[in-house]
């Protein structure tokens, strides 16, 4: 009877230890599986915000939260004048400009035009600079004619003798003053053979982001387009200038000088100030310019018929 008392003694300390763990183990299982459930709520968060479901479905949920800006600068910037700041965020005109001659580029005049008008930019915003030899040329007024009635581009400037970059940069940044272009506008600056590509076909937009991101500069690298098997054809009306000059060249337009480059700063906002030469930028101290890291891609359609010619006429005035 004893030893019986005894056995049922220790039966039910052991029932009793077990009763412990077992309580104690549904405790830790239903910590871990909590554990578990709040992962899987994080990790269902984050296919949220990638737009993406756990079994790769579209979800449409909340949207994403809101991303910092990818680089972190100056916001405005002060006049050098005193007259005020300028907030750098705020939506900007986006002005073009683009120097044609009237003797040599009277065929790729009009496609250059409409490539960039295909692009989104408005005439009212377009500053060409027209030359010419002579003053009163009749290629001079048959391309002064084809920009303000067909384009209805009414800033057209014009100017004739002997070519030089010197005369033609200051052609043009009086031409900027008077336009009244401002230091928080975009300038977008351009030769008459370049042909831009930009993602999405909309230059505005593409700048527009830009500028939310505090960039101010964007740049690109030349493809020389060359006609079928290497050819120099020449310009004709129809069709694109991208299928008159299917091949594409890595831009050996950069070894024609020792100071030749394969890319250039093809749009800036109005407090930076370019080079002369039109392809890069001076640096003063006064800003902290930003510069958008990715190249576009420019189309350099310099290697058509009259370019023999062009170059021979540079030779001699040089």
Avoid at 4 to 23: C, H, Q
Avoid at 91 to 106: G, H, K, L, P
Avoid at 185 to 198: A, P, T
Avoid at 267 to 281: P, T, V
């Amino acid at each position: 009877y004893k030893n019986k008392k005894k056995n049922k003694t220790m039966l039910l300390e052991i029932a009793s230890s077990f009763r412990f763990f077992g309580l104690f183990f549904v405790c830790m299982m239903t910590v871990t599986l909590q554990q578990l459930l709040l992962h899987a709520t994080d990790f269902s968060n984050t296919c949220c915000s990638l737009g993406m479901n756990n079994d790769n479905s579209t979800l449409v949920s909340r949207p994403p939260p809101p991303s910092p800006p990818a680089v972190i600068v100056n916001t405005s910037y002060t006049k050098p004048d005193g007259t005020g700041r300028v907030d750098l965020q705020a939506t900007a005109r986006v002005w073009s400009q683009i120097s044609f001659s009237a003797e040599y580029d009277q065929a790729l005049l009009p496609h250059t035009v409409q490539h960039y008008l295909n692009l989104g930019l408005d005439p009212r915003y377009m500053l060409i600079v027209l030359h010419h030899t002579q003053e009163d040329a009749p290629g001079l007024r048959m391309a002064h004619r084809l920009l303000t009635t067909r384009f209805r581009i009414s800033h057209v400037r014009t100017w004739h003798g002997n070519f030089t970059s010197e005369q033609n940069f200051a052609e043009k940044l009086e031409q900027r003053a008077a336009a009244g272009v401002d230091d928080c506008d975009w300038m977008i600056k351009l030769d008459s053979d370049e042909l831009l590509r930009v993602p999405g076909n909309d230059l505005i937009s593409f700048l527009q982001g830009l500028s939310v991101q505090n960039f101010d500069q964007v740049s690109s690298h030349w493809v020389d387009r060359v006609g079928p098997h290497g050819r120099i054809p020449d310009i004709r009306p129809q069709p694109s200038l991208s299928e008159q000059f299917p091949v594409g060249c890595q831009s050996f337009s950069a070894n024609a000088g020792a100071d030749a480059k394969s890319f250039k700063v093809f749009a800036f906002r109005g407090y930076l100030q370019e080079k002369r030469s039109g392809h890069s930028l001076d640096r003063p101290s006064r800003y902290n310019s930003c510069r958008y890291p990715v190249r576009l891609v420019m189309d350099h359609f310099k290697w058509s018929a009259p370019v023999v010619s062009k170059l021979r006429r540079r030779m001699e005035h040089y």
